[in-house]
């Protein structure tokens, strides 16, 4: 059976010990005795019509024996009778799909119901579908600790020098729990060794004795203090609710051992507590009827874990239709378990980057090696000197000594599947300010598109997509530049380490009307007297035409020269024709392409602005006036 005692107890949260039952099908079901469920509901089926849930309970109970073809059958018989089943349901009907026909089949039905889901749930799916499907042969290797049991050890945490975990194994000290077959839960604390092995352990004493459930640790250094939960009792009596159920509560102990309730409800069970001293968020896992599904990842605010706001739900980014449990948070990433149908079966460990605004990306599935299509669960790391990191987490997969173990690695690498992830801000070049609803797309080497999205109203945003050694970031919106840069091998990790802010030019912002022409703006610049040199000063605004052209490659030039009246009007005539051939010479140079300019003209003194024509006598200021060079946009209208 998979996740044995508390595991179990948290994923179905419907045993009660005052439950009334409705008939000998459900008492085995709610026993846990699937196999012999399934045997008596065929039987009731023969003579009566099965309710609703019962039928939902016989399609759990084979699912719960690896009878996924029947349980999926029953799944979606239902499904089509009432599309509002359950998220929990639905995601075990999803896992069905996927265990018998593949992913294949899960993503073309989900397609047809796109509009039914969040999109971070068609997200989230499609991102670990693709990043699984290449994922390689993972290095790390994990090893079962000497000190599990042939009991369920689990929900390892760290400290000290020592290991906290939740075990059944005192079964000399705890009364024996029903619906696990073992005894409530205690937490066990060992010594760990150099190696990272743990090899005797002891029953935790610096927490009060209770003989009913006391699980998932978590120790906090900085307030000296254990979180951890334990049953609803008063004495040796457990307490339950209007309705017969028995939940479980969080507590904490300081180091004096003093004891407080932290989150107790009746009606609702805590799970996996863990807190962050630098905000003072205190997480836990819990079955809040308003969540996504079954368990959900909530946090409250606390004053040195003292409550101080309700239930924060970690939103859809993380929560799913199925069953999220144990934070840890660990170098600004949150690593988490859930059943949810697109993992490799069973619990899966993910791992998702937090930003400074508490949101969270796409959490990745870690992959084989530590995930397996058994459950994987409860996963902690620290940093453990030249081994890199030290972690551990548990696991009912096949060669343990129970049924679930603590396993133990080391990894000198960071966990989870690779893949690239940058974050910034889509702005203006000329005003830094960020645009909005920029598109920004990533596309592999062969120009396929990788991942589209669209910048916010304040031009951030964030994707993450499954590793590739070369990628082509593009940025674009309308009446504006495109950003289009490649990037491998080490500026592919560079540009992950800090905000990847992409710089576009607004097509305003290079453009001007001049006598009555849309031409690309540029300071005011001069030739030598009778000369067509291109003088420093003349270049630095001719580079700024080169960039314009760069940055929006579908302009269409016409380069114009104007002289003033003095001189000869043939001379004048040959003069400017020659600047504007010296001009494009230069762009041509520059890597402004044959393409974008279409003419050069020269038109000497045809066309003076002023009075300073032949004959007439004016200021050299006035006949400058007339000295001029234009770039004239041609298709300005047909473009933009």
Do not use: W
Not at 445 to 472: C, H, M, R, W
Request: aromatic content about 12%; overall charge negative; hydrophobic content about 35%.
């Amino acid at each position: 059976m998979k996740l044995r005692a508390l595991l179990v107890f948290l994923l179905l949260a419907t045993i009660t010990t005052a439950q009334n039952k409705k008939s000998k099908g459900d008492d085995l079901f709610f026993s846990y005795s699937y196999k012999a469920a399934i045997k008596e509901y065929q039987v009731e089926m023969r003579k009566n019509k099965l309710s609703q849930q019962q039928y939902l309970n016989l399609a759990d109970a084979y699912f719960k024996t690896g009878d996924y073809k029947k349980s999926g059958d029953i799944y979606m018989d239902i499904f089509k009778k009432d599309t509002t089943m359950s998220n929990a349901y639905f995601n075990r009907m999803l896992q069905s799909m996927s265990k018998v026909e593949g992913n294949v089949r899960v993503g073309a039905f989900l397609e047809t119901r796109k509009k039914s889901f969040p999109k971070e749930v068609l997200e989230n799916y499609e991102f670990n579908s693709e990043l699984l499907k290449g994922q390689s042969v993972s290095d790390i290797e994990v090893i079962n600790l000497r000190t599990n049991s042939p009991q369920a050890d689990f929900s390892p945490s760290f400290y000290e020098d020592r290991l906290l975990f939740t075990s059944a194994r005192n079964e000399n000290i705890k009364e024996k729990y029903a619906p696990s077959g073992e005894s409530y839960m205690d937490i066990m604390i060992g010594r760990i060794e150099q190696d990272g092995n743990v090899l005797v352990s002891n029953s935790f004493d610096k927490i009060p004795e209770s003989v009913f459930h006391e699980a998932t640790p978590y120790y906090s250094k900085e307030l000296k203090s254990t979180f951890y939960i334990l049953s609803n009792a008063n004495g040796d009596e457990l307490s339950f609710d209007e309705n017969g159920k028995n939940a479980l509560s969080m507590g904490m102990v300081d180091q004096n051992g003093t004891f407080k309730f932290l989150l107790r409800d009746l009606s609702t069970s805590f799970y996996y507590p863990f807190f962050e001293y630098a905000t003072g968020k205190l997480f836990f896992a819990a079955n809040f009827p308003e969540g996504y599904g079954g368990t959900d990842l909530y946090y409250v605010y606390t004053n040195d874990g003292q409550i101080m706001s309700s239930p924060i739900n970690l939103g859809p980014r993380i929560n799913t239709a199925g069953n999220e449990i144990a934070p840890y948070i660990y170098d600004n990433s949150l690593y988490f378990s859930s059943d949810i149908f697109y993992g490799l079966g069973g619990m899966d460990v993910y791992k998702s980057n937090m930003n400074a605004d508490a949101n969270f990306s796409i959490p990745v599935n870690l992959g084989s090696g530590i995930n397996t299509s058994s459950d994987d669960f409860g996963l902690i790391i620290r940093e453990d000197g030249s081994n890199g990191l030290l972690g551990y987490f548990a696991s009912n997969r096949a060669g343990g000594k129970g049924n679930d173990d603590i396993y133990v690695f080391n990894s000198k690498q960071p966990l989870g599947l690779k893949t690239f992830a940058i974050k910034g801000k889509v702005v203006n070049l000329s005003t830094n300010q960020g645009i909005e609803k920029a598109k920004i797309r990533l596309l592999d080497k062969e120009g396929v598109v990788i991942k589209e999205l669209y910048a916010n109203e304040e031009g951030d945003y964030s994707v993450e997509v499954p590793f590739q050694n070369v990628i082509t970031v593009e940025a674009s919106k309308d009446r504006h530049s495109t950003y289009l840069e490649t990037y491998q091998d080490e500026k592919l990790e560079s540009l992950q380490k800090n905000d990847f802010n992409i710089g576009v030019m607004a097509i305003e912002d290079v453009v001007e009307e001049k006598e009555n022409q849309t031409v690309l703006k540029l300071r005011k610049f001069y030739f030598g007297k009778g000369r067509s040199t291109i003088t420093p000063e003349i270049a630095m605004e001719l580079d700024k035409v080169v960039d314009a052209v760069t940055k929006f490659p579908k302009l269409q030039l016409r380069i114009e020269t104007h002289t003033d009246s003095r001189g000869s009007n043939s001379y004048n005539l040959k003069l400017s024709q020659e600047r504007s051939e010296a001009i494009k010479k230069y762009l041509l140079q520059n890597g402004v392409k044959g393409d974008n300019i279409l003419f050069t003209v020269g038109f000497g003194e045809e066309k003076i602005t002023n009075n300073c024509t032949n004959g007439v006598f004016c200021l050299d200021m006035l006949h400058q006036q007339n000295e001029r060079t234009l770039l004239v946009i041609l298709n300005y209208k047909t473009i933009f």
